[in-house]
């Protein structure tokens, strides 16, 4: 099959998030199989003399004509297209020079993207156009308007993402939007990029299968809830897969000591570098816990630093575990984080972003703490698994998908879930895990164990994808 991936961002070339990974490996991936494509704009972050100029496109907007550059590298088996155009080469952000300044003529710029997705498409006989996320959305409006030979897939990364703007900014792009563009009541309705993949993709896909299932539901539905259901036999929930070469802790490249199933040697030694590192007592009969993430509501840090004493003091104070978090985000979060660590010796704030850091506190720490209200797919998860890290986490998304409960018993158990994220109940599952770790030593590593045999490569979800492709070019139902 011929498949031309459109996103807003993609490694090795741009990221801001989790998008650019799943869309990089995914491709990689595929391309084993299929003739695979990948296009997105060249920012001005992006190195344009990596490519070779391959064309030129003329894209019809309200007034205007404009010209975009199409450039090509080939990696591996992967060929990435260049989107060449001012709107893209001379800002260096992606979204906005921050990511609390978006753009303000991000529908123009992503309508520019989708209209010229559409032409290259059509031009080079794709099979398959897979579109990601709101800013990819409009693509899928397009290919159902010109009646393309090729078939759509729309991927749902995160619903809440939905590139809702005016429709003025529709009219300025030369869209007449059509009602199922458009989101809102009265005067105050917006064309929504994301519903309309919803709407006019032959095919969608969400990261993980509990997440199609909650986002049909009005507390997750972000409002489309009512769409989602009625298309749900063509929604499809797929699980992210992970780098597993680069997350590896037998070879992992930010750190020495490293350990497999057969020899967690390495990983006792690791945590008292860690906790050296960190400033914590060397105390290797307390359970590390540990939280590598954005530092946001929806992360659960609500919950987490709410009250007082909140949670995460009422776990400190009992002196029984030890914590290392690392992140950035909400300042209140950060203020309150810093402040508790001047309370209590037991924990380690970094308001920081490291790659390496990330990497040698997964394999360091006994349990990893993921309070989230909601998660697509999730990746820590899959990561502290792989490492022999037991995740600590809300039955939510793809953590409910990858995680098994210690209720299942130690031959398959590999973590522990709470169903809702409040404070109590992020303190009883904290609470679990250490009367665990502390009286069931056989049982740990047997979870350990458990945990590090799970298969989160991109194999089995890059299959699952081709079958989805297969059965919509067939213009069959899976």
């Known amino acids: 099959m011929k498949i031309l991936m459109v996103t807003s961002e993609t490694v090795p070339f741009s990221k801001s998030g989790g998008l650019a990974d799943v869309v990089g490996a995914l491709s990689g991936a595929l391309a084993s199989n299929n003739e695979v494509s990948i296009l997105m704009p060249l920012y001005g972050s992006i190195n344009a003399d990596l490519f070779n100029e391959e064309g030129e496109c003329g894209i019809r907007m309200l007034n205007r004509t404009e010209k975009v550059a199409i450039l090509s590298r080939k990696i591996e088996n992967v060929t990435y ?47 398959i156009l897979h579109c990601h996320d709101w800013t990819a959305g409009l693509a899928c409006y397009l290919a159902s308007e010109k009646k393309l030979k090729c078939r759509t897939v729309f991927t749902i990364h995160n619903l809440a993402y939905m590139g809702e703007f005016p429709r003025y900014d529709a ?16 005067l105050s309705k917006c064309i929504n990029m994301l519903k309309t993949g919803v709407e006019y993709a032959d095919a ?33 929930g797929i699980i992210n897969g992970i780098d597993t070469q680069e997350w590896n802790p037998a070879c ?31 105390e290797p009969e307390k359970p590390l816990i540990a939280m590598i993430s954005r530092l946001a509501e929806q992360k659960g840090f609500g919950p987490l630093l709410e009250g ?10 009992s002196n029984n575990c030890q914590f290392i978090i690392i992140g950035t985000g909400d300042k209140r979060y950060e203020t309150k984080l810093k402040d508790i660590a001047m309370k209590y010796r037991n924990i380690s704030v970094n308001i920081v972003f490291s790659q390496a850091l990330s990497h040698l506190v997964e394999a360091a720490s006994d349990f990893f703490l993921m309070p989230s209200k909601y998660e697509p797919c999730g990746l820590n998860q899959m990561y502290s698994l792989r490492y022999g890290t037991l995740p600590i986490a809300h039955r939510t998304g793809g953590l409910n998908d990858t995680i098994h409960d210690i209720s299942e018993g ?35 590593k047997a979870c350990i164990i458990n945990g590090m045999k799970e298969d989160f490569s991109w194999t089995k979800s890059a299959q699952q994808y081709e079958e989805i492709y297969r059965k919509t070019l067939g213009g069959n139902q899976l």
């Open 81 to 127: 297209l260049g989107l060449s155009h001012p709107l893209y080469t001379q800002r260096q952000g992606i979204y906005g020079d921050t990511s609390f300044a978006p753009y303000s003529d991000n529908f123009y710029r992503y309508a520019l993207m989708c209209k010229a997705a559409v032409a290259i498409a059509d031009e080079k006989k794709m099979d």
């Open 171 to 186: 009219l300025c792009a030369a869209f007449r939007p059509t009602e199922n563009m458009l989101s809102g009541y009265g």
């Open 204 to 236: 969608i896909t969400t990261v993980s299968p509990t997440y199609a299932a909650e986002i049909q539901t009005r507390e997750q539905g972000c409002g489309i809830e009512d769409l989602l259901r009625s298309r749900s036999s063509s929604l499809y």
């Open 252 to 282: 992992d490249s930010f750190f020495k000591d490293h350990f497999s199933i057969d020899d967690l040697s390495g990983k006792t030694r690791l945590k008292e570098r860690a906790q050296i590192q960190f400033g914590l007592d060397i």
């Open 308 to 317: 007082s004493p909140c949670a995460l003091e009422q776990i400190l104070s």
């Open 410 to 444: 130690t031959d398959k158990a590999d973590g522990f879930l709470f169903d809702n994220v409040y404070s109590d109940e992020i303190v009883n599952a904290v609470n679990r895990a250490v009367d665990f770790y502390c009286n069931d030593k056989t049982g740990m």
